[in-house]
């Protein structure tokens, strides 16, 4: 069975820097393409960055997020983590883990993490 497991959200001032982290049990992670998703109130959920399996040699990003935050995989933990700086009060949101679909770049697939809330505000 897949599990996504997020952790790492929080209240950050604006300007303030986050990491999260979404730990993948139940299936071959560096198989896999992974992505972030967020979801503020009221909006749909949108893709906030994704990377590519194995080496994760590719990355894309949001537009609201490009040049804050980074993707980035550690195969060996079966992680994959959202370093989130410059951080602004429209990015709070929950933030979603999703495993993406093997072979595709990049189409969300079914598998999603439980959720967790970042608030930015002072």
Same mark, same amino acid.
């Given at each position: 069975? +897949?599990?996504?497991?997020?952790?790492?959200?929080?209240?950050?001032?604006?300007?303030?820097?986050? /990491?999260? %982290? &979404?730990?993948?049990?139940?299936?071959?992670?560096?198989?896999?393409?992974?992505?972030?998703? /967020?979801?503020?109130?009221?909006?749909?959920?949108?893709?906030?960055?994704?990377?590519?399996?194995?080496?994760?040699? %590719?990355?894309?990003?949001?537009?609201?997020?490009?040049? /804050?935050?980074?993707?980035?995989?550690?195969?060996?933990?079966?992680? +994959?983590?959202?370093?989130?700086?410059?951080?602004?009060?429209?990015?709070?949101? +929950?933030?979603? &883990?999703? /495993?993406?679909?093997?072979?595709?770049?990049? =189409?969300?697939?079914?598998?999603?993490?439980?959720? =967790?809330? +970042?608030?930015? %505000?002072?």
């Amino acid at each position: 069975q +897949v599990q996504l497991v997020e952790s790492g959200g929080g209240l950050v001032q604006p300007g303030g820097s986050l /990491r999260l %982290s &979404c730990a993948m049990s139940g299936s071959t992670f560096n198989l896999y393409p992974m992505g972030w998703y /967020r979801q503020a109130p009221g909006k749909q959920r949108e893709l906030v960055a994704a990377i590519t399996g194995g080496s994760g040699g %590719s990355t894309k990003y949001g537009d609201s997020v490009k040049g /804050r935050f980074t993707i980035a995989r550690d195969n060996a933990e079966n992680t +994959v983590y959202l370093q989130m700086n410059s951080l602004k009060p429209e990015d709070t949101a +929950v933030y979603y &883990c999703n /495993r993406g679909r093997l072979g595709t770049w990049w =189409t969300p697939g079914n598998y999603w993490g439980q959720g =967790t809330q +970042v608030t930015v %505000s002072s």
